[in-house]
């Protein structure tokens, strides 16, 4: 099951770049939360703040508090354990190029010591069920590279490789901007089927999306938040007027 | 633009096309042309003294006919094997530092330094060095130290393995994604384990070819050895005893007065770069095999 998590007086820079600013906010369980804004507004830092991985550059630094379920994740655990509480898939997809499909599903499990030959077989078929690639693969799970399918495949293979781990959060960093429109709204069915499932936070820059996805969105702009609303209500009557603005399309 | 004016340009256009195309077959030719010429050389020249014999026999003493080089074969191999358990290991090592746990660190720049300086270093010079550390050692921790041994030729040949290794795994290891190394740590994978079970594995081939050209390079260095393993012309399979090697056997049948030794050097030379292109082809195609097709 997912879990909320909550953001307290989240800051980040990169260098003396201030990234990210005074970011509060409380995103529901089980619920698809979308994070929109122009590009460079700091929404990527921001998921990327939720599992830690922005500290894989040396020169980030943040301050503040973020709890996934009641987990405090700067004071209370290791990077690599809240990583597998907490999956994410990025912009390009991006399977291991050397893996059969089957590898790179169970890449997580066997990397972290998991070796039980039975249940990773049905770790990486419910995996792959769960990303909608199953019927696609079944028969080639040994014999094809994960780097052969098509673009949309490799996402939905880095979607079900994200889920074997079994995360409670799924972190979404524009997972369709490199697709085409079939493969895109088979990633936005999978969404909606998975949020009974997992907590889910997509970065998207595309609003038509955020809107057939999300129940929550947020609008970043210039390193803060302006404005986190019920989906519909930021779409037809957002409270800030630079929401409004981009959203009608006068910047952006 | 007028049609004559077209027509004249698209022309152009063509004779380019077909000049450009033309220096480039050319070149390739001039680049593959002295393999091809050595080779062909090699075989009209050696292939007729090759027969068992060669294989199966020790050298004979100056002045009888016949003989073969299987000690020699046998020599460079346990060199090779030797060389190539001290290089690759320490090299590949080397090349893992200075891409993933190093890098920008000031010791990884030294390190990276001092292998280029190394890869320039002489061979004659690596088998003197190794003579000094280990060859002329009469007491020292070192083992088999004191005296000629194929344990000095094996240091010789793999410390000259080191720098070629070193430096295309750490290439090798740069051009791995970025994105290959987030996916493996957005999945809680520690970052060690990162490095060594995805990112080099996404990169092997290519360290594979840079260990096989370090390989290919050492099987047949001479200088090194004159030093350290010595030659033999006897069976000799210790690593505390000199070893003959191809190559010094090739040496010194080349330089010695009688035809039949020269006949047998041909047939060394022959043997030599036949037995590298075997060991190379077979490394890659054991290695190649669990390497899924289809792969990018």
């Known amino acids: ?252 | 633009m007028s049609t004559g004016q077209f027509q004249l340009r698209s022309r152009l256009r063509g004779a380019t096309d077909v000049a450009v195309t033309t220096l480039a077959i050319l070149a390739t030719v001039v680049v593959v042309t002295p393999l091809v010429a050595i080779f062909a050389y090699l075989l009209v020249k050696g292939a007729a003294s090759l027969n068992v014999d060669f294989f199966t026999h020790v050298p004979k003493p100056p002045g009888e006919l016949g003989g073969g080089m299987a000690n020699a074969i046998l020599g460079s191999g346990i060199l090779l094997v030797l060389a190539s358990a001290i290089g690759i290991p320490i090299g590949i090592g080397g090349g893992i530092f200075l891409a993933e746990f190093g890098r920008g660190s000031k010791l990884a720049n030294a390190v990276r330094f001092t292998a280029d300086v190394l890869n320039g270093v002489p061979s004659i010079v690596m088998g003197v060095a190794v003579y000094g550390l280990v060859v002329s050692q009469q007491h020292s921790f070192i083992p088999f130290s004191g005296h000629f041994s194929a344990f000095s030729g094996g240091v010789a040949l793999g410390i000259m393995m080191i720098p070629t290794v070193c430096r295309t795994t750490e290439e090798m290891l740069l051009m791995v994604p970025h994105a290959v190394r987030e996916a493996a740590l957005g999945l809680g994978v520690p970052n060690w384990r990162s490095v060594l079970s995805i990112t080099v594995r996404t990169a092997s081939p290519g360290i594979i070819t840079g260990c096989m050209l370090a390989f290919a390079r050492v099987a047949g260095e001479t200088a090194p050895l004159i030093f350290t393993a010595l030659g033999n012309q006897f069976w000799s399979t210790s690593l505390n005893e000199p070893i003959a090697a191809l190559p010094l056997q090739i040496w010194v049948y080349a330089l010695s007065p009688y035809d039949d030794w020269h006949r047998l050097a041909w047939a060394g030379a022959l043997v030599l770069i036949v037995l590298i292109v075997l060991a190379v082809s077979l490394v890659r195609f054991v290695t190649s095999r669990g390497v899924l097709k289809g792969t990018s």
């Open chain 1, 1 to 252: 099951m997912g879990v909320g998590i909550e953001v307290q007086n989240l800051n980040a820079w990169y260098g003396n770049n201030h990234t990210l600013q005074d970011i509060n906010l409380n995103i529901p369980a089980n619920h698809a939360t979308a994070l929109i804004g122009p590009s460079g507004c700091g929404k990527s830092t921001f998921v990327r703040c939720l599992n830690r991985m922005h500290e894989t550059n040396p020169i980030a630094r943040v301050t503040g508090v973020v709890r996934i379920g009641e987990l405090d994740i700067y004071s209370d655990a290791k990077p690599v354990e809240i990583r597998r509480r907490v999956g994410m898939v990025f912009q390009r997809p991006n399977p291991f190029p050397t893996m059969s499909i089957y590898d790179n599903v169970a890449a997580g499990l066997k990397l972290n010591g998991y070796a039980n030959k039975r249940s990773l077989d049905e770790i990486v078929e419910r995996s792959l069920k769960n990303s909608a690639l199953w019927e696609e693969v079944k028969d080639d799970l040994k014999k094809k590279s994960g780097a052969s399918l098509s673009g949309g495949q490799q996402q939905r293979l880095c979607i079900a490789r994200a889920l074997a781990v079994d995360p409670e959060v799924l972190l979404m960093d524009e997972p369709a901007s490199a697709l085409d429109p079939v493969s895109t709204s088979k990633i936005e069915d999978l969404i909606f089927q998975l949020k009974s499932q997992y907590t889910i936070v997509i970065v998207t820059h595309n609003m038509q999306q955020a809107a057939r996805v999300a129940e929550k969105t947020g609008f970043f702009l210039n390193g803060r938040m302006v404005e986190f609303e019920s989906t519909h209500k930021i779409f037809t009557n957002p409270s800030d007027k630079r929401t409004e603005d981009y959203i009608t399309g006068r910047f952006g």
